[in-house]
């Protein structure tokens, strides 16, 4: 495996993969409308000759997929193209920052750094000759920032046995993935004009209870419990000078890998009901649309060893600790397939207007990815 990564290592061009980059950053790709990156990453992995299969989702989205080597993949480099909706049309787009090598801007961590990464790895694999090439796959899917339906239809066809994703961890390595739930709350009241709060019910007021009463559990207390609980959204019905008769609230809850989803959805319902005796007149509707368990591979895993000796020759500190977002990882651990989460940029700033990475880390993740696939092929 030495020799073979130093050359791979040796082929990873820098200035090529801070091209790909900034001009992936510069591409608008929120979720749905992600076809234009998809145009732009299959000229470049074409360009060096790699045969791409495009893999449709729905009409105008598809996965771009490409594997090489013997036999089917032992393991796929993952990466989503799409990203949250731009906080500020007029400054989405990449901004670099050469002093500090750092690469600013929308899905410049969260994962337009991994993507590039990997594309850069893929081009760096495919100079060995064919009979020295690793069983890899490289996919770039669609839709993760919603519901994951690009990993999904990929998982209908193909369930390898170790995928990659180059989520924003900082490097980290992220054998272990939290759990997900969302709860959707709404309350009902009666409308009165507000001068007059007596003659109606605000249902403002009765969400604000049933919050304030659900925060108290002991699950809720970090610290303690783990769980992370987040207020994603409140509003209510917006028609002038009156008491609200409507209020809707929708929570994220990330779970620790060992905590089961429906254990949460079973406290909630439980606080609901004793929220029932302690509001007046309370009409409450819970939903839960979408949970994920979470998941841990262990102390062990057979990545572990590869990644000790990458690390090392990179003079880096590998870490590891669990993904506490939400990702397509849980998906593909829940189809069988096992999940490592790694890749450039810091999970604090995504989905942030201060979104950014390195691009110290971009490369480094790019000479991981490349090292990983070669770890598990001929002669490894």
């Known amino acids: 495996m030495k020799k073979r990564l130093e050359r791979v290592w040796k082929a990873i061009d820098a200035e090529r993969l801070s091209r790909t980059l900034v001009e992936a950053v510069d591409i608008y790709s929120p979720s749905g409308k992600e076809e234009d990156i998809q145009l732009y990453f299959a000229e470049r992995l074409q360009a060096a000759g790699t045969a791409l299969t495009r893999q449709p989702v729905e009409e105008e989205r598809y996965n771009l997929l490409t594997t090489m080597g013997e036999g089917p993949p032992q393991l796929v480099l993952v990466g989503h193209v799409d990203t949250v909706p731009a906080w500020d049309w007029e400054e989405f787009g990449a901004q670099q920052e050469d002093e500090e090598g750092i690469v600013r801007g929308l899905g410049s961590a969260d994962m337009k750094g991994g993507c590039a990464a990997m594309v850069e790895a893929w081009l760096a694999l495919a100079t060995l000759p064919e009979a020295e090439r690793p069983p890899v796959g490289l996919l770039l899917v669609v839709g993760e920032e919603e519901n994951g339906d690009g990993s999904a239809r990929f998982l209908e066809e193909a369930r390898p046995p170790w995928v990659v994703i180059g989520e924003p961890t900082g490097l980290t390595a992220c054998f272990a993935h939290y759990g997900y739930l969302e709860a959707g709350f709404v309350t009902r009241g009666r409308r009165s004009h507000s001068s007059l709060p007596e003659l109606g019910h605000n249902a403002v007021e009765s969400m604000l209870r049933v919050l304030l009463h659900l925060a108290r559990d002991p699950l809720f207390e970090r610290a303690a419990s783990g769980v992370v609980y987040s207020i994603r959204e409140l509003s209510s019905s917006?028609?002038?000078?009156?008491?609200?008769?409507?209020?809707?609230?929708?929570?994220?809850?990330?779970?620790?890998?060992?905590?089961a989803p429906g254990e949460v959805e079973a406290t909630i319902r439980r606080r609901a009901e004793e929220a029932q005796g302690l509001v007046t007149d309370l009409d409450l509707e819970l939903a839960f649309d979408f949970a994920a368990p979470g998941y841990d591979l262990g102390a062990d895993p057979a990545l572990w060893e590869p990644l000790t000796e990458i690390y090392l020759r990179l003079g880096l500190l590998l870490r590891r600790d669990p993904f506490r977002s939400h990702s397509d990882g849980n998906l593909f651990f829940a189809s069988g397939v096992k999940p490592l989460i790694l890749g450039p940029g810091a999970l604090e700033t995504a989905h942030t207007p201060d979104e950014q990475t390195t691009f110290a880390e971009v490369v480094a993740a790019a000479k991981i990815y490349a090292g990983l696939a070669l770890g598990i092929g001929p002669e490894a």
Request: aromatic share 10%; with cysteine; charged share 25%.
């Open 238 to 259: 917006r028609a002038g000078f009156v008491v609200p008769d409507r209020c809707e609230a929708w929570i994220d809850l990330h779970l620790p890998p060992a905590l």
